[in-house]
């Protein structure tokens, strides 16, 4: 048990997940059949915060694209199926992301919050024998609105509290993510940030107190530490 680290929080693409660019790919060939190109660069700058909804919705006002609910469903559907087939290639964890994870629930009680699909989710933390690490799981449409609202963060804690039947300090509990976005949801729900360059360089992630290349670069005892400093 650690001194002053209470409870983790994960993102999932792009922290656990090196899963970031077959979303980019699977959104990419569905919008092709809609005859909507989707640049890396657009990806990253405007979209990768996004939970499905949220982007189709998001690139249909930049674009000026009507996106109704039917339409942005059915988007939402083709793109999952995209992805499912991309995901049976092989293990898509970041190197060092099993070891951290299992540490981590070895300590305190552990969380994911994406904007990931839950079934995205549970078949890779599934495959890689750490589902029953994970006290609990905050998915695309657990919550009204997705990153970078704080609800996705605030459902995680509230969550952890209940599985460990006591209150947890939003300010001794740690988020860990790879986008402004990410960070920003965290930071409204009042954890401590710690961005991974992952996906952007850590010039790109404001606010973060601590940056890492990726989980097998972090250890408890530096978020100890960083829960142990004033907020």
Not at 62 to 78: E, S
Not at 156 to 173: F, T, V
Not at 192 to 197: A, C, D, H, S
Request: proline share 5%; aromatic share 6%.
């Amino acid at each position: 048990m650690t001194g002053s680290l209470q409870a983790i929080v994960f993102d999932f693409d792009g922290v656990i997940a090196n899963s970031e660019p077959l979303h980019l790919t699977a959104f990419q060939q569905v919008l092709a059949e809609e005859g909507i190109a989707l640049t890396r660069s657009e990806y990253y700058t405007r979209y990768l915060g996004y939970d499905d909804v949220g982007m189709f919705e998001a690139l249909g006002r930049d674009r000026d694209v009507p996106m109704d609910a039917d339409r942005v469903a059915g988007l939402v559907a083709r793109k999952a199926g995209r992805m499912e087939l991309l995901l049976q290639d092989g293990s898509v964890l970041f190197p060092g992301a099993v070891d951290f994870v299992r540490a981590a629930a070895a300590a305190v009680p552990i969380a994911i919050a994406s904007g990931a699909r839950r079934h995205e989710i549970d078949e890779i933390i599934d495959a890689a024998g750490v589902s029953d690490l994970f006290a609990a799981i905050v998915a695309a449409g657990d919550t009204p609105e997705s990153k970078p609202s704080p609800a996705p963060y605030c459902l995680a804690l509230e969550r952890l509290r209940q599985h460990a039947g006591r209150g947890l300090d939003p300010a001794r509990s740690v988020a860990i993510e790879d986008s402004l976005w990410g960070l920003e949801s965290a930071r409204g729900a009042g954890l401590r940030l710690v961005g991974v360059t992952t996906s952007y360089r850590a010039d790109e992630l404001p606010g973060a107190e601590l940056i890492v290349d990726g989980l097998r670069e972090l250890t408890l005892p530096a978020l100890d530490r960083l829960c142990a400093r004033p907020a």
